[in-house]
């Protein structure tokens, strides 16, 4: 058993991650991702976006606190993203998942996500939907340009987390959907009881 009492153990005495984070660039899927590890491994999961925005877009005051309190507890899935919290998120995870995707992939999730999400009227957060499309020629924040933008900028931070993973924080890259499936379908394919948190996986 490991000395981290914060993690339990399978029925071969193998530590598990208790505290998750999921990243990658926007649409690459982190939430999707961070609700199936949730629910496979029966962790509490916590959307960052509905902690962040606020009605009509507005960031809420006690993001920064309330992250503070969730990577306090002992277990917990969550996204790795906004820069005032990616460092109090990292300092308490055990096992980072990194969506290394081709940029052409998600921008085609992105712009298929937004498309549905304004066509449909989707209420996302505290009450707010994806503004009108015209906006994305104007808005240089609109969720498709800031994809665009900010791609190379995650690539790097999710390459560099690789490089630095150790014991504390296992990090796993994936650079495909089917790589990801394969890893969550090795995981689903413990015995009753058993679950994994280090299956191998070749990048």
């Known amino acids: 058993m490991s000395e981290d009492r914060s993690r339990t153990a399978d029925h071969a ?24 590890l949730s629910a496979r491994l029966g962790l509490p999961y916590t959307e960052l976006d509905a902690l962040y925005h606020g009605p009509d877009w507005i960031p809420r005051e006690g993001f920064v606190r309330d992250v ?68 994305i020629m104007t808005d240089r924040e609109h969720i498709v340009r800031w994809a665009w933008t900010m791609f190379e900028l995650n690539r790097q931070r999710m390459r560099a987390l690789e490089k630095t993973s150790t014991a504390a924080l296992d990090v796993r890259r994936f650079t495909s959907p089917r790589q990801t499936e394969r890893w969550l379908d090795d995981l689903g394919a413990q015995p009753p009881g058993g679950r994994t948190a280090s299956v191998s996986t070749t990048l």
Request: cysteine-free; glycine content about 6%; proline content about 4%.
């Open 68 to 135: 503070e309190q969730i990577v306090r507890s002992d277990a917990w899935v969550s996204e790795w993203q906004y820069t005032p919290v990616r460092s109090l998120l990292l300092e308490r995870a055990e096992l980072l998942v990194a969506l290394d995707y081709s940029r052409a992939r998600v921008m085609t999730r992105v712009v298929r996500r937004t498309l549905r999400r304004r066509i449909r009227r989707v209420e996302l957060w505290n009450g707010n939907q994806e503004p009108p499309l015209r906006t």
């Open 13 to 36: 005495g193998v530590a598990l991650p208790r505290r998750i984070l999921v990243a990658g660039s926007a649409g690459a899927g982190k939430s999707t991702l961070a609700r199936e």
